[in-house]
């Protein structure tokens, strides 16, 4: 998740040199880290924008998203001219109750590979911003427009709207098979852009194609539908794309209350970059997107913000206005 840190990642590298050569050697470094952290500090600046924040909306420039999505077609991800299935045929095999269903939970509780599905996919964001190619995840929710997407609010709105957005549903080893969309509107809670509250770590993002106007995503991918009322403790899996890893991981197992506002799912090795990722209790039932409280988790623990009334309000307010 963005915000977890791999405490194997930071206790790597070299010992010290030693004597007067590590004095002017670190002294170098020093230098060179100030002059990296001012250039990704430009990068991240470059890449984020205002919008409204006391509404909490940013409508996106489509010049902008638009090369947004040709820069990760250069080089980053290439589109599948025939993707494997479609939406319906996705959606009619995903609606699937686990409680009647043989579900069983991961054994042992770890985080395993797993294959990509249409409607969950990888969030990208090109540019010289500090993140890897893809940085979150993020899954399709069914709305009356067909173009909806959540994941996680720290995903795109950390110190502004993140401007370099594209989403790659079902993205796979360097592949895009239902293309490559980019925002139209982004919608978080203002109490998230005021104060970064976690029990509002949430955002619905309204997306398109570039070059295949009035095409919608839902007809392409399937959709989960969002569940503002589940029972807890209930059967659930949760899935993401880590940093670098170039296909989804998954983990089940029962997700349980964590105070009123917060849902918990004990899973290990759940890294950065699933944040976002949906939480699902029967395939085509989404409870939760990975974050909220500690950013989403640890390497042991996943947390998600649980559907309630301000999930709603936003889900409505995203699709009405």
Not at 127 to 148: E, I, K, T, W
Not at 161 to 182: C, E, M, S
Not at 267 to 273: H, K, Q, R
Request: charge should be negative; glycine fraction near 12%.
């Amino acid at each position: 998740m963005v915000d977890r840190v791999d405490e194997r990642e930071r206790r790597r590298g070299r010992a010290a040199p030693r004597g007067s050569m590590a004095v002017g050697l670190l002294c170098t470094v020093v230098l060179a880290g100030v002059g990296y952290v001012a250039w990704e500090l430009r990068g991240i600046a470059a890449n984020r924008a205002d919008g409204d924040p006391a509404r909490g909306v940013y409508q996106q420039d489509p010049e902008r998203a638009d090369k947004t999505a040709a820069a990760v077609l250069d080089g980053i991800v290439r589109e599948d001219p025939e993707p494997p299935t479609d939406g319906r045929a996705f959606s009619a095999a995903g609606a699937v109750d686990w409680r009647y269903a043989g579900w069983q939970p991961s054994d042992p509780l770890e985080a395993r590979p797993a294959p990509a599905e249409p409607a969950i996919g990888a969030l990208f964001s090109p540019g010289g911003d500090g993140d890897p190619d893809h940085h979150c995840s993020a899954v399709v929710v069914h709305s009356p427009q067909g173009d909806l997407v959540a994941t996680a609010a720290h995903c795109v709105y950390t110190g502004g709207f993140r401007t370099n957005l594209a989403f790659a549903p079902g993205y796979q080893d360097g592949v895009a098979p239902y293309g490559i969309w980019v925002p139209t509107r982004i919608d978080v809670d203002p109490r998230w852009t005021r104060d970064q509250d976690p029990d509002h770590d949430i955002a619905l993002v309204r997306l398109r194609r570039p070059g295949n106007p009035g095409q919608r995503l839902e007809d392409v991918t399937g959709a989960l539908t969002m569940d503002f009322g589940t029972e807890l403790p209930a059967p659930a899996r949760v899935m993401g794309y880590p940093n670098y890893a170039e296909q989804p991981l998954e983990c089940r197992n029962t997700a349980v209350p964590a105070g009123p506002t917060q849902v918990r799912l004990d899973c290990a090795d759940v890294p950065n970059g699933t944040s976002g990722g949906p939480v699902t209790t029967g395939r085509g039932t989404l409870i939760g997107v990975i974050g909220g409280r500690d950013g989403g988790g640890d390497e042991e623990t996943s947390y998600c913000v649980r559907f309630g009334d301000g999930a709603r309000a936003l889900y409505e307010r995203a699709t009405t206005s």
